[in-house]
Structure formats: structure tokens, C-alpha cells
């Protein structure tokens, strides 16, 4: 089992960038699979990037695409979301999750683990 605990989410104006982290403590962190997914107030959960347990293939929302990136450090059993040019339409709660199947892209039903989320909001 692995526990996930996410950090970085605050407000931030337009244009602006920030960085989430999401550090895993358990099993051993390159058995997972990691996607992060966000929520907005009255939507539905959403798919933002996710990768493989290697790292080495990410995919990302068309909406996001060329503004964010996800990457990990195995060493610090830490998945990351670079998130640049940010838009209000990126104002949500920020989850991270883990499958130990070897990818599950945007397959939300897939991911085993999840963490209890950070807030983003961008001011206009």
C-alpha cells in the first residue's frame, strides 16, 4: 500500500506558474503508475497528466497540453505537476494517484491510491 500526501497548491494570478508535489511513503515508489487529476467546485473529477511506472511515456489532458508537465525523482518518492501560464479555468483540487498497473493514463477507475488533494486558484 502507499500513502500520498500532495503540497504546493495556493493562489496565484494569471500567467503565473506553480509547482505540486506529491510524496509517496509505502512500498517502493517505481511500482507505480502516478496520475494527477483535479476537481473544480460543482464539476466533475477531471484527468490531468499522468505517466508510467517508469516515467519514461506521460499523457496529458488536451486542455492542459503544452502548459503543464509531470515528472517524478524515484529517489524521492515524489511525482511532480509543473503547471505554467496558468488560466482561472485551472482553479481546482489537485489530486495525485497510484496504480501499480505498469500505465492507466485517464482511466480514473484504475488508480488504487489517492491523496486527499491540494487547492490551486488562479485570480484573473
Known amino acids: 500500500q502507499v500513502q500520498l500526501v500532495e503540497s504546493g497548491g495556493r493562489l496565484v494570478q494569471a500567467g503565473g506558474s506553480l509547482r505540486l508535489s506529491c510524496a509517496a511513503s509505502?512500498?517502493?515508489?517505481?511500482?507505480?503508475?502516478m496520475g494527477w487529476f483535479r476537481q473544480a467546485p460543482g464539476k466533475e473529477r477531471e484527468f490531468v497528466a499522468a505517466?508510467?511506472?517508469?516515467?519514461?511515456?506521460?499523457i496529458y489532458a488536451d486542455s492542459v497540453k503544452g502548459r503543464f508537465t509531470i515528472s517524478r525523482d524515484n529517489a524521492k518518492n515524489t511525482v511532480y505537476l509543473q503547471m505554467n501560464n496558468l488560466k482561472p479555468e485551472d482553479t481546482a483540487v489537485y489530486s495525485c494517484?497510484?496504480?501499480?498497473?505498469?500505465?492507466?493514463?485517464?482511466?480514473?477507475?484504475?488508480?488504487?491510491?489517492w491523496g486527499q488533494g491540494t487547492q490551486v486558484t488562479v485570480s484573473s
Open positions: 494517484a497510484a496504480t501499480e498497473k505498469f500505465y492507466a493514463g485517464n482511466a480514473e477507475g484504475s488508480y488504487n491510491y
Open positions: 505517466d508510467t511506472r517508469s516515467g519514461g511515456v506521460t
Open positions: 509505502g512500498r517502493t515508489f517505481n511500482n507505480y503508475a
